[in-house]
């Protein structure tokens, strides 16, 4: 594979990946705003079904393609630019990880609640509340790796 096309790939990953999970946050806090159980449980499985679909082969492709790059590049990980990534990458995903786990839970506990025509429990908003604040630094951390990823300077090489 060539550089130039490991990049693209590359950079439509992580568009993939900052796109979904930043449209996947919206509409999953916008139903938790709108207080109707049906709505929420759809978005909820919904949400889900798309970390399934696109964040979790993005999570995984992202760091294989900037490490295979680094690679091609002879681009030493110590690089700032690159441990900085390296380091917010992790960060996002030291989040998202007990997001996913949160996420799922939200899921059955929102479809039992459907199936018993019952107002969500307080363990619900709690884990929606631990969501939200959870999703804060993964997506400033992701925000700051694009930012990297846009303002990066390699030596002797094209951006």
Not at 15 to 44: E, H, P, Q
Not at 94 to 123: N, S, T, Y
């Amino acid at each position: 594979m060539t550089y130039t096309l490991l990049k693209t790939l590359h950079i439509l990953s992580m568009v993939l990946l900052f796109g979904t999970g930043l449209g996947s946050a919206f509409y999953k806090w916008m139903a938790d705003r709108s207080g109707n159980v049906a709505c929420i449980a759809v978005t909820n499985r919904h949400v889900v079904l798309a970390d399934w679909i696109f964040t979790t082969p993005t999570v995984i492709f992202q760091p294989v393609s900037g490490l295979w790059m680094a690679y091609l590049l002879d681009l030493p990980l110590t690089t700032p630019w690159v441990a900085a990534s390296l380091f917010l990458f992790v960060l996002a995903a030291v989040c998202w990880l007990p997001v996913v786990w949160l996420q799922i839970r939200m899921q059955k506990i929102a479809a039992d609640a459907v199936a018993r025509d019952a107002p969500l429990p307080e363990i619900y908003w709690r884990m929606a509340r631990r969501w939200f604040w959870l999703g804060v630094p993964a997506f400033i951390a992701m925000v700051l790796v694009v930012a990297l990823m846009v303002f990066k300077h390699i030596p002797g090489a094209q951006s």
